[in-house]
């Protein structure tokens, strides 16, 4: 990802350990953000090749119970059950890819818009800290002067403690909710992919009990068949298969 929300919080003066424990916590935050976008994403594609799969399977049936041959019976009871059967999967499909949105996609795309937030109160810190330097910088210059007044001076000192504490402030925020989303990444995480796990169980469960049940119901229309070796042997020794003498 080329794209750093961040950067403008690098081109801070790394003159304090704060300073270099804040960009610790910033660099954290941009690699959970990287892999938050990656895991929306890889999820996202992961659901719409699970119902573009159920949808290829539907036009397959479709086509198939369009065949004039599909229209007659033996063949017409057995595409019947299968049509119903693909009906079901492909509601155990919709049923499972709206599980994955509530449970892990729409709480992704909820957490990367914490990025957002703390993205501006970043910006907000760097400004913050470039108003206090440059304060500090004209307060450096009254004190090398002779010519400055005493009001003047204590006028300079007060604005740079007024741009301190703001700076402060939002540095003290920043740094408390920094490693608590950090530290709270587990305990959001491991819900969504736990959920996951279960809703891939719960559809294959279902699919495959469907399955197992309308292959029972086709058996059970069926007469006792013969080996399918059988039946390509049958149609083997057909004189319009068979190699001309």
């Not at 801070?12 to 804040?22: C, I, L, P, T, V």
């Not at 009906?87 to 449970?103: F, G």
């Amino acid at each position: 990802m080329s794209w750093n929300p961040f950067k403008k919080a690098f081109s801070s003066r790394k003159s304090r350990q704060d300073d270099q424990d804040f960009d610790h916590h910033v660099q954290r935050l941009h690699f959970m953000q990287t892999v938050s976008k990656r895991l929306y994403k890889e999820m996202s594609k992961c659901s719409d090749a699970e119902s573009a799969q159920s949808k290829a399977n539907g036009k397959l049936i479709f086509d198939l119970c369009a065949n004039s041959s599909s229209k007659v019976e033996p063949l017409k009871s057995t595409v019947d059950e299968v049509s119903v059967c693909m009906d079901e999967l492909q509601a155990h499909c919709r049923d499972h890819c709206s599980r994955q949105d509530i449970t892990f996609n729409d709480p992704m795309k909820r957490f990367y818009s914490v990025y957002k937030h703390l993205e501006f109160h970043i910006k907000q810190r760097d400004t913050r800290l470039q108003e206090l330097e440059r304060q500090q910088i004209k307060l450096d210059k009254r004190q090398a002067s002779t010519s400055v007044s005493a009001t003047k001076m204590e006028l300079t000192q007060r604005k740079l403690a007024s741009k301190k504490a703001e700076y402060e402030r939002v540095n003290e925020r920043l740094m408390t909710e920094m490693p608590q989303l950090y530290d709270g990444r587990i305990d959001f995480f491991e819900p969504c992919v736990t959920a996951v796990i279960q809703s891939q169980l719960l559809y294959h469960q279902q699919s495959a009990a469907t399955l197992q049940e309308t292959l029972s119901q086709i058996e059970s229309d069926q007469e006792p068949q013969k080996p399918i070796m059988e039946y390509f042997n049958d149609i083997r020794s057909l004189s319009i298969i068979g190699n001309p003498t």
